[in-house]
Nanobody, 117 residues
Framework: QVQLVESGGGLVQPGGSLRLSCEAS????????MGWYRQPPGKERELVAV???????KYGDSVRGRFTISRENAENTVYLRMNSLQPEDTAVYYC???????????WGPGTQVTVAA
């Protein structure tokens, strides 16, 4: 099992920026996918962005062009740089990890991001 610790959430004004971080520890072997999902109030969880070990990325339609995902493989850490934040980006953001060997999925506890004036 993999443990995920998120940081960087908070309150920001519309148009502002935040950076989320997530560090993975535990049973990390070989290739994997790390990333972020979010759950807005009253809605289902949705993809924000994921990044594979080799650096290939995938973004949700609503954040493409505004958010950037990156990772430091040596530190098992994934980052999410969020620019031009809007009130509709308000959500709990969850860090995600999946081993490409075992297919095991793990989730962080979530960090709140609130975009409001």
């Amino acid at each position: 099992q993999v443990q995920l610790v998120e940081s960087g959430g908070g309150l920001v004004q519309p148009g502002g920026s935040l950076r989320l971080s997530c560090e993975a520890s535990g049973s990390i072997f070989g290739l994997n996918t790390m990333g972020w999902y979010r759950q807005p109030p009253g809605k289902e969880r949705e993809l924000v962005a994921v990044i594979f070990s080799g650096g290939v990325t995938k973004y949700g339609d609503s954040v493409r062009g505004r958010f950037t995902i990156s990772r430091e493989n040596a530190e098992n850490t994934v980052y999410l740089r969020m620019n031009s934040l809007q009130p509709e980006d308000t959500a709990v953001y969850y860090c995600y990890f999946q081993s490409l060997i075992t297919r095991q999925e793990d989730w962080g506890p979530g960090t709140q991001v609130t975009v409001a004036a």
